[in-house]
């Protein structure tokens, strides 16, 4: 047995209530782009989403690629910034958003899945009008606010045994492709599908109380928590659309929302199926 396969197999022997918990219910895993730069960590995270289909849970996998759209902006010369953690995205951004998204970074998940014996759909919020958007505001161009998830696509999906890879661009009623924030897109479909847990896999152990200190952590989190650590400066830049998209979800009734490292080997596992918590708990 590999390495590998030896820790599952250890996550196993405790894993049985676990699973019982969480057997036919909904878990969306968000996978970062940041935590996605290792070709073998990257496999042996869709190995670990395959385990979680395997024992039964409906797991439905939505990616970003947020550094990989700005590699390519780079290569092509076009200039890219954010606005509080969103993309500016003219036209050409878009075009781009696109190509690395739902081409690139998309089928690359779909094959390391099927590579992996599994059976995987990647689709984008185009697709099957899985993801309905409207423009959120002039000034960030074709970036979508959603109004409405087609939760039925996943349904048959999910129903035919296929893992649905989803990359966060939208379509609105005029048929414009707009680009989304990877956790906001995972926050909505978890909410409408009422999912049992939302596990948000970044490349940082969860939020810090210091960001430069690892040992930092704050293992749970409270909406006031939340909200009182955003006053105070604590939670910043990227954490803080992150952070939003996760008390957003405790909200609209998502049970359990982690943000975790999706770097640390099996975290995934780890964090829904093992006594030991690694990242931050969002509760109530
Ligand atoms: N309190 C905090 N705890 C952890 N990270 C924080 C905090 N405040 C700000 N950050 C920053 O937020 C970043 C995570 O957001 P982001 O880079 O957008 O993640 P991703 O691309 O994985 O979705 C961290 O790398 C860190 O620099
Ligand atoms: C509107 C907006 O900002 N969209 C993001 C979509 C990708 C994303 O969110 O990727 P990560 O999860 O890897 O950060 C972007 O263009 O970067």
Do not use: W
Not at 97 to 124: E, T
Not at 200 to 219: A, T
Request: charged letters at 25%; proline letters at 2%.
């Amino acid at each position: 047995m590999n390495t590998s396969n030896a820790v599952r197999a250890e996550i196993l022997t405790q894993a049985v209530p676990y699973i019982k918990e969480y057997t036919g219910k909904y878990v969306v895993a968000k996978y970062g782009g940041n935590a996605m730069t290792d070709p073998q960590l990257k496999k042996s995270v869709m190995q670990d989403i395959l385990l979680l289909q395997l024992v039964g849970v409906k797991v439905i996998l939505v990616h970003g690629g947020g550094p990989e759209i700005s590699a390519m902006l780079k290569k092509l010369s076009i200039e890219s910034h954010f606005e509080n953690g969103l993309r500016v995205t003219d036209d050409d951004t878009m075009e781009v958003v696109q190509m690395v998204l739902a081409g690139k970074v998309n089928k690359s998940l779909a094959a390391d899945l099927s590579a992996l014996g599994g059976k995987a759909v990647g689709l984008c919020g185009i697709d099957g009008g899985l993801i309905k958007v409207h423009q959120k505001n002039e000034k960030l161009g074709h970036v979508g606010e959603i109004d409405e998830i087609n939760t039925k696509i996943l349904d048959d999906l999910l129903d035919g045994g296929f893992i649905p890879v989803i990359s966060s661009i939208g379509i609105d009623d005029d048929g414009t492709p707009y680009n989304i924030n990877a956790d906001t897109a995972a926050a909505k479909i978890a909410a409408a599908l009422h999912a049992e847990s939302m596990v948000v896999m970044s490349n940082i152990n969860g939020v810090l109380r210091d960001k430069d200190d690892e040992n930092s952590l704050i293992s749970q989190m409270s909406l006031a928590d939340a909200e009182e650590l955003k006053k105070s400066g604590i939670i910043a830049g990227g954490m803080i659309p992150k952070v939003d998209c996760c008390t957003n979800a405790v909200k609209e009734g998502v049970k359990k929302v982690f943000i975790i490292n999706g770097e640390i080997p099996h975290a995934i596992l780890i964090e829904l199926l093992t006594d030991e918590g690694l990242g931050t708990m969002f509760t109530k």
